[in-house]
């Protein structure tokens, strides 16, 4: 993969950083991004809206409980 955002130009906006404290880094970024198609309990997902971040997250069965319309960000229209 670090190969691949070099062929794409676009290695000045990402890093790959390894292990990590995931509360240091929510302070650091905009937007949260869940790309997972399911999900228990989503916690990243809960840490990052607990850090006023604005959240995307694909839609999976529980997606409304966590992620209701209008509350915590932008909500993808798709299947459940």
């Known amino acids: 993969m ?3 955002r070099v062929q794409l130009g676009i ?3 990402f890093k790959f950083i390894g292990f990590a404290n ?3 880094w929510y302070h650091r970024v905009d937007i949260f991004v ?3 198609i399911s999900e ?3 916690y990243a997902l809960l840490e990052a809206m607990s850090c006023g971040l604005a959240c ?3 839609p999976w069965e529980a997606f409304p409980r966590y992620c209701p319309t209008r509350v915590s960000g932008l909500r ?3 299947p459940t």
């Open 22 to 24: 995931p509360v240091e």
């Open 76 to 78: 993808p229209v798709g």
């Open 40 to 42: 228990g309990v989503p």
């Open 11 to 13: 290695q000045d906006h």
């Open 56 to 58: 995307v997250a694909l």
């Open 2 to 4: 670090p190969g691949t």
């Open 34 to 36: 869940l790309s997972s």
